[in-house]
């Protein structure tokens, strides 16, 4: 079982080089709207996601998650 703080920190350490707008991250943070992420960045970011809890996210998992925390709990969910 993973600690959901250990993967929310974890999560934004990866995301805090991506975050060129410098917006406030929260588990309510988006992707695409706060963060105006492309499609190639989201991408990017997600194996690195995968490579760092050795999971697979799948393409349908991905069209469902929009912000941070559906990530965290994603990832949780996979871990588990």
Same mark, same amino acid.
């Given at each position: 079982?993973?600690?959901? =703080? @250990?993967?929310? +920190?974890?999560?934004? *350490?990866?995301?805090?080089?991506?975050?060129?707008?410098? /917006? #406030?991250?929260? $588990? =309510? @943070?988006?992707? +695409?709207?706060?963060? *105006?992420?492309?499609?190639?960045?989201?991408?990017?970011? /997600? #194996?690195?996601? $995968?490579?760092?809890?050795?999971?697979?996210?799948?393409?349908?998992?991905?069209?469902?998650?929009?912000?941070?925390?559906?990530?965290?709990?994603?990832?949780?969910?996979?871990?588990?």
């Amino acid at each position: 079982m993973t600690d959901r =703080a @250990t993967v929310y +920190a974890r999560i934004i *350490e990866l995301i805090e080089p991506l975050n060129t707008k410098k /917006v #406030a991250l929260t $588990e =309510a @943070t988006s992707f +695409a709207g706060d963060m *105006e992420m492309d499609s190639l960045t989201v991408m990017d970011f /997600v #194996a690195e996601v $995968e490579d760092m809890f050795d999971i697979v996210i799948t393409m349908n998992m991905q069209a469902e998650i929009e912000n941070v925390g559906q990530l965290v709990d994603a990832v949780i969910k996979l871990t588990d």
